[in-house]
Structures are given as structure tokens and as C-alpha cells.
């Protein structure tokens, strides 16, 4: 099995139809016991095997653990993946937003060192920074795509108008956001803004944080330091209203025979052949069923049963605590 190709956006980035994201090896998800390098290595490698050669990554995972990470994996390999990391946050004296221009130039090289490559295939902003204006960060990555050192521009969270302003400076082929049957925030206006100036979706959360594989336990029962442990949509009420709301991609994937994670992962790529979900794992096991969601079926009737089961007023709590939610540029 080997997955089929993607585009994201009109400048010729192919990418496998589904990605990796490599984040939870490093920090969110478990404790710092339960993440092996020697496992998560092995799941690098059997994505690459599995055509599954899309990467995502960033400096502020770890912080900059997750990329060291990914240098170690992909010596010898380098060459058989397409490999994204971000920019845009202040780690050192304290967390903030970061893109000025010389910062951007100085992370482009220091994440360089960490991956151990001469260019980095997809850069992002990783989050829209209210301090710089959105044309300079736009110009200073398009000069070093001009420089050899990128090859492609994205965006992650970003709204509407930077979208707009960004990609008149600069094109820019994919917008990295939240999106899934959890989360459906970019339908309204984002998706259409997408479509119109042609540049590809890249959601993270697929499975909506692990919630929609139907493995889930409330918020306290997570150990300190797991990102769902503080999750408003794990805790109380919200949890209970959700699992109500999932119960509709469990029925379904009995029906089929399949997972309720392969079920999930369907749903986003039949929305379009420019969306390139990035399920995260760290176990081989995990990434095999996710690759697998990839020859999941699902037909116009199931689809819409999945959207209204899991619309959005269905799901209870907001997707973030509100410092977070503070950094999503909309």
C-alpha cells in the first residue's frame, strides 16, 4: 500500500495525501516515560515506507526536541520526504510571539541545524504575530525561497484578512488550522478563501485530539502534563455532551468495519482533494491504521449523516482555554 499524491496550492508542492505529525514524540500527549525515541524513529521510518512522506514539525516542540528528532530519523532518508517546520514563537526569556524578520531568518537557520538539511521544504508562521506587520513576514520567506532555503510558504491559523494580505506579497500554498468533524471553524469563511485563491489545507487534529477514535477518558483521569488533561472539551458536562455527539462516527465505522479513526480521517480526505490531514502519532501501530483510513470509502449519505451528527452545535466547549484561543487570528 502507498498513498496517492496531493497538491497544495498552485506553486507545485506534492505531498502525500495523508501526513505525519510529529509533535506528540516530543511534548502534549503521555508523559515524558511513555515517548521512546527508538519507537518513534521506527514510526518515521515505517511512514516513509508506507509513502506517508509528509513531516510536520516545529522549533517550539520540545521546545526544539522535535526537530532533533527528525534530523536523527531522516539521515540517509532526507530525500524521500517532504519536511515542514514553523517559526513565529519567542521560546527564550519567557513564551510570546516572534516574527520579526531577523528572528524568522535566525530560527530558519537554527531549525536547519536541528533537521540536519539544507532546505526546508514547507516553512510556516506558526502563529499570526499582531506585532509585524503580515507582509514582512510574507517578504522575508519568499527571500529565502529566492535563497534556496525554503521551498514553499504556509500559514497556520491564520484569519481571513492575513490570508489575503500574505499571499499578495508572497503565495502561499498551504494554510495549516484546526479542522476535523470535531472542529469545524473554517467552514464558514476560511475554506471558501482557500479555494478561491487556490492554496491547500493542512489539518492538524484530525481525530480531534484522540476524541473521535472513541478511546477517550474525562480530563482528570489524563496524567499532569497531558494537553487533555486541560482541555475544555474532555472536562464535565462537555465531556458527556461529545461523546454523545461521537457516538454517530462509531456506529458508522462498526457498520463499515472499520475504526472510528479511519472514519474520521475519511471524512476530511473526501472534502477535497487539496486537504492533507497530519494525524499525529509516536507508535507504528497507530500510523498503519491511520494510513490505512486512506482506502475508507465513504459515500454522500454517510458524509452528510457525519455532518450533521457532529455539527457544531453539537459539540460542547470550546476548543482551547482562552490564552490560547487568544493566538488564533480570527
Known sequence: MSLEKRTLGQQGLAVSALGLGCMGMSQSYGTPEERDERESIATIHRAIDLGCTFLDTAEVYGPYTNEELLGRALKGRRDQVVLATKFGFRIENGPG????PEHIRQVVEESLRRLQTDHIDLLYQHRVDPAVPIEEVAGTVGELIKAGKVRFFGLSEAGVANIRR????????????????????????????????????????????????????????YPEGDFRRGDPRYQGENFDANVRAAAAVRELAQAIGVTPGQVAIAWLLHK??????????????????????????????QMQALDAALAPENISGPRYNPTTMSMIDR
Open 166 to 221: 500574505a499571499h499578495a506579497v508572497y503565495p502561499i500554498s498551504a494554510l495549516q488550522s484546526e479542522y476535523s468533524l470535531w472542529e469545524r471553524n473554517l467552514e464558514a469563511e476560511i475554506i471558501p478563501v482557500l479555494r478561491e485563491l487556490g492554496i491547500g489545507l493542512v489539518p492538524f487534529s484530525p481525530l480531534g485530539r484522540g476524541f473521535l477514535t472513541g478511546a477517550v477518558k474525562r480530563a482528570e483521569e
Open 272 to 301: 477535497g482533494p487539496g486537504i492533507v490531514p497530519i494525524p499525529g502519532t509516536k507508535r507504528v501501530k497507530h500510523l498503519e491504521e491511520n494510513v490505512a483510513a486512506a482506502s475508507v470509502a465513504l459515500d454522500a449519505a
Open 97 to 100: 510571539l516572534d516574527s520579526r
